[in-house]
Every structure is written in C-alpha cells, then in structure tokens.
C-alpha cells in the first residue's frame, strides 16, 4: 500500500470548507485517479466552520502549527490576505512543504519571492484557485497550450463585476441599485472597491499574463479602471450598435513590449464572451498555433474554487517524491525574460465615446474635424433625438484603432467646445478576432 | 547543458505538418518553457508535404523505421486508420517509447489494448488531440477537474456537423446542399459518413467518457444517429420556441449506468455552447463540485491540432525518465471500473416532436391522449396555419422527460393514425442546466 499524501489546511472559511468536503465526500473517487488517498492530517483556523464535521480531526488555533507539522506533505494556504499569508507559505516552503494556494493578490504582489524561495527548496507552490475559481486556466496556459506563442488574452475574471453589469444589461438597473444588491446576497464584499474598481482582476491578470509570456509577476504595472461609470443609457446604445458592456482584463504582447491593463470594454454580440453572464467567468486566448480558445466556469465558491485547490493538490499527489526539476515551472517557463509593461499611454484600442452636446448646426461637424486631427478614424455614429428644448442630446461615437495618447488630446479639445456639456465618456471596444 | 527530447514524426499530412511547422517555429519558446529543446530526429511518409521545408532532416518511406528508431525517445503517429497505426503505436511501444497520437478511432477502438500494452513497459500513450483538437479537454478531465465526481459531459466535437447546422440556421439552407459547400471547402471527406452521421463524435465521446468516470473505452456501446435527416423547418419551429439544434455528444452516468449518446439534440438559445458556431468545437461538463465548466476552440486544423500534439510531447518531455509510477494514468484512473452502459431504450430525455397531419378537428386532442397514456407530459405545443388546402400541416410537441422506450410506443401509436402523414420527426432535447 502506498503512504497517503497529507495535507494540512490553513484557513477554514468559505474556500476551506469546500475544500475540506470535496476532499472527504470524493475521497475514493479521487484515490481512484491518484493510487494513494490523500488525507486531511490537520486544519488550522481560528474558528471551526459550521458547514463541517471536524470532530474526528487535528484541529488548532494556530496556522503555523500546519506549517511547521513534520506529518504535513502540502501546506493548503486557504487565510487570505497578504502579510501573514506570506510569512506562512514561506515557513511552509522552509520546512520544505509543497504549497497550495487560492490567495490572487498573494501571488500577483508576492509571487516572484515566493516561486524563488520554493525553487531553492526543490518544492512546488501551485494557484490554480487564485484565477478564475473552478476553471483550469493555469494549467491550460503552462501546458495545455504550451506548443503556442501566446498574442493575447481577454477574461471576464471578476464574478462580481460581471453579475452587476449583466444586472444592468438585462433589467436597465442603475450600477449603484445592483451593488446594493450584490452585497445584500452575499457576491460582493462590504467594501467592493477591490471588485468593482478592478482590483481583484488586476491581481488576476498579473498572474495569467506572467504565465502566458513568461515574465515575472508585474501587478504594480497593470493599468486599471473599475465599472462604477458604466450607466444604463451606455449600455444601451452599445447594444443598438450590437455590443456589450463587459469588464474585462486585457494582456497582449506586441514589438513594443506588453499590455495589461482592467477596463470596461465593448464587445460584439456575436462573441462567444459577450454572452458570458451573470457570477460566470471566462478566459478567451488567443495563440499562434490554436487560434481562439475560451474557458468558462464559476470563479468564485466555496466547492468551485475548492475544486482548483484540489486539482492541485491531486497534481502533487501525483508526482510526490519526484525529481523535483521535472515540476512544471511556476510560472510555466524555466526562465522569465523581463519585457517592459508599455504604458496606457502608448496602446492602441478601439473606443465608444459619448458626447453630451446642446443641438446646434454643425457641432458633429466640429467633433468629427478634431477627432480626424489627431488620426482618429470613425466606425459609426449614433445620434439621438431629443423631443425636450433645452436638454443635452447624446452623439455616440466609435472609433476605429487609436493611440490612448491621441485619443487623450481629441478628447480634450473636444470637452473644451461651447455645446459640450457633462464629462464625455470614453469606454474602450476590443474585437477579440483571430487577429 | 540538458539532452534534447527526440521525436519522430510517422505521417505527414495535415497533421504531420502542423506538429513540424509548430516545432520548429516556436521551438525557441518551447524549450524556454521546458528547459529543454525538442528535435524532430526522423520523419516516416510515404511523400513529402509542401508546406514543410524538410531539406536538413532525417525522411524515411517506412513509417516503421521510425518505431524502431534508436534515437528517438517519442513517437508521435499521424498517419490515421486503426491497422497500420495500431501496428506502428504497438511497435513503439515494445521498443520503448513513448507515444502521442491524434487518432481517434484508435484509441476508441484500440486504447484499452494500446494503454494495457505501454503500462507494462512503463512508457505513456497521450493523445489530446484525438479529442476537440486543440482545446486541451483530456488535460481538463484528467487533471483540471480531478477533485470532481463528472456527472455529465455533453460535446460538439465536430466540426463539419456544427458547420453544417449553422449553415442551416443562419441562411435556411437544406442539409444537402450545405454539405456539399463543406465537401468543396474541405472541411468534409468525400465519403461524409463519420462526420455526419456521427461516427467520429461518438469515438471522441467514448473516450471522453472513460476519461470521466473511469470505465473502459466502450465504443461498440455508442449510441449515434446523425444530422442528415435535420430539415430547414426543424430549425426554424425550434427558433420560434428559443432552441437551437446541434449535433451533441452526451455522456452521464446515473444509478442505472452510463450514458453514451450521440444525436441532434435541441438546446436553449440562453444557453452558452447554444451559441458556439461554424467549425468551432465546444465541451460542456458537469462536476460535482466545480458545476458547470465549458472549453471553446478550433477541433480541427494543422496547427490548432498540431498545438494538442505539441502540447503532448511537452507533457512528456517535462517528465522524461521520471518515475512512470508518476504518470497520470491512461485513462485519468489508476484502475478502470467496468460499469454498463445503460441500452438507450432505458434513458430518460425531453423530445421535440414534428407530426405532420391532416387538418381535422381532434387531431391534436388524440395525439395528446396518445402521449398521455405512455405518461408523456407536454411542455409546448406550436401548430402551424396553412393556406394551401389538402396540405398537411405541422403540429411541434415539446415534451418533458420520458423514457425513451415509453417514446417509441407513442410515436408508434400516433404514426398509426388515420390523420397522420409522413414519418414523425423526433429529436431530442436537453437542458444541460446545473441539475
């Protein structure tokens, strides 16, 4: 009989909980797949979770009792946050423990430390949980694409962010009405600046784009706008142009280096993407070789993300006692190579501009002069007519591909027009082609 | 400096020139990922390929010189057919080697023998691209959604009978004449048969099914019909009640046994994978903790499926003389459990339902009688008007779920009826929700 893989779980909150009941109701299927049992040798919380039956388990107070268990294969860091967090994977990795962990902002801020210090110890440090929840994305991009250069990639990564803007979408709900909501069943945080400002899914993004290209984690660097500007009336003239309104994280690799960047986005229709709605996340790449490929699944939950967390864990069982140089990379290449992140400034997008103007002969046409001033081509238009003297009439703009720079200066010069009123607003538009 | 890994290639069309043409394009990135580069020592094909500059390498006319090959650690079988390629893959194999394949039929028909024969050598048979070409699905099942108990798969995973569907649904163009576009296009064979009615689906279900619960490859055990006798009307009556028809492979596993079936099923429009078009590939599974998870991308192409066999041969390679105890198993399983699979008489699905009578009063009240006594319930009836007197006119009965035998008694009943004209059509219907 071979010895079980022992596992010990740090943090019992909504994560571990699930984590802990995929690993005792699956058990026997999932010692079918690995050909060992894996084993909860002992739980550190600071308060036992109602939703488990922990009466027959080592149960202790202190998180860095797991860490320093010689009973303990794979440390679980299921606590959250980012300063004891650290100091406990990196007692765990000193006493020469794998790690397993679902903590995004851990590793986007932390995560070149942390993957140095595993690699002097010839351990391995996996995250499939801190991206996208249930979806395997990490393990498809450092290896079920691995034969690709990857050019780019566009993810619906925050589940919160999307529930409010499908809310808005379908039901012509104002932002602050859905948030409210959100909160109240439980989606979103009491504080949502970390989901609705674009946070949470900078953290992502730093990770996806680190793994994709192989450089090190750059969180510092994403560029990073939240949802909370998005109004009904936008998201309703994107959707006469055939668009929808989605909160997506951006990274792509040109010439002139890589962009990251968090922003609302429009999207045809007709994409796959477009259509990912509600809590659900999806992850669209695009490599050399494959072309397009989409994953989708829920991002957060207790057993969705359990399921990641367990998935590598499984992965350890899997190649326990192993050469440890035959581990897949952290970040999925031997070496990273640093490529500078380019500046928002220097990335070129598509953009649906909103201009609030007073109807007088000839202000499209002072718009449209400014804009072809600065190189900006235009895709479409949409005017609206108001039956109310005196009130503002929207012009909506798209625009074909423009550097932000030059974009900056059209938008400008344009706010500056006497029959411009309120604060234009400016959405970028990706078409997510095969380009 | 670390060895190359040494591969040799046997078969050279579309495929074979995918796999080389990747290789040596991005070898560069690849051996940055692995930590070691990766050499196409010999090619095997009875004619060069033009899309291929193959002047500085090793080509033989007998693909068996490649099994035999000393100095070649992989073998990678392209050349197709389920008798030369078992010969070759089993040649391999007791010499040694490890192989990757993208033959479908030959590991659905072959692969408990093939994965039997390489278990006792200790070597690996992969082959992600037999399945959904390059969307990395075997990697999900096997490894992604480890933690999971699968409940469900349902599949579109080919790519002709998806292209022809859309055709159908976009411009209301007869089946017959789409196919013969996709005949002049490329996308299908001169003899159609395994795309359209099914055949290559239901080899890439079986082994999508075993991957998932663990059992025997079971094709024999496939239940399929095909496309061909899907009409212009059909589509347009499931538009009118929200559905999309598509060509799906579907395995469950229940208390009774497992499922294996493939068939045009109808599925909601709000459904994601409703909306997955052309050639495009899509699989849907189910788990027990993660829910609902979805995989998007081309299942078809030189390079799309050119990156799944790529993709292998890193896996491999990463892992090279490592422990072969350290494998993940074949089938996703240490050891395979023998579950039946359940006859389709015994399987449970809503129906679409198009009766084409003579308009008399009564009609509908003696076919819904009919339905009611084989405890068939109805969701949605539509009637069609006609103006064309003596013409008969559609009656559409969607039902809830009924046992498909309990089906067979009604329809036989109701095909009996003195107003009824024409063979019934029936297809079936699933919601493919989180139940």
Known sequence: MVKSVRVGLAGFGTVGSGTFNILTRNGLEIARRVGRSIEVTQIGARRDNPNCDTSNYD?????????????????????????????????????????????????????????????????????????AGGIPIIKALREGLAANRIEWIAGIINGTGNFILTEMQEKGREFS??????????????????????????????????????????????????????????IEYADQLGYRIKHLGMTRKSENGIELRVHPTLISKNRLIANV??????????????????????????????????ADIVDLARSLDGNPDQNVPSLGFVKTEDTSILPIDLIYTC??????????????????????????????????????????IPIIILTHRVLEKDMNKAITKI????????????IRLEYLDAD
Chains 1, 2 share one sequence.
Not at 111 to 120: D, Q, V
């Open 59 to 131: 149960m202790t107070r202190d998180i860095f009792d797991v860490a320093k268990n010689p009973n303990i294969d794979i440390l679980v860091e299921l606590i959250g946050g980012t300063t004891v967090a650290k100091e406990l994977v990196l007692l765990a990795i000193e006493n020469g423990k794998h790690v397993v962990t679902a903590n995004k902002a851990l590793i986007a801020e932390h995560g070149n430390e942390i993957f140095a210090a595993a690699n002097r110890k010839g351990v391995s440090v996996l995250y499939e949980a801190a991206v």
């Open 177 to 234: 009405d859905v948030l409210s909501e959100a909160q109240a069943l439980g989606y979103a945080e009491a504080d949502p600046s970390f989901d609705v400002e674009g946070i949470d899914a900078a953290h992502k993004l730093a990770i996806i784009s680190s793994i994709a290209f192989g450089i090190p984690l750059q969180f510092d660097s994403v560029y990073t706008e939240g949802i909370s500007q998005i109004t009904p009336a936008d």
């Open 277 to 310: 709605n509600g809590v659900m996340n999806a992850v669209l790449v695009k490599g050399d070789a494959v072309g397009p490929t989409l994953y989708y699944g829920a991002g957060a939950g207790d057993e969705a993300t359990g399921s990641a967390v367990v």
């Open 351 to 392: 953009y649906y501009l909103r201009i609030e103007v007073e109807e007088r002969p000839g202000v499209l046409a002072e718009i449209t002069k400014i804009l072809s001033e600065q190189n900006i081509s235009i895709e479409a238009v949409l005017q609206k007519e108001t039956h109310k003297k005196g009130r503002l």
């Open 415 to 426: 706010q500056a027009l006497d029959e411009v009123g309120e604060e234009i607003t400016r």
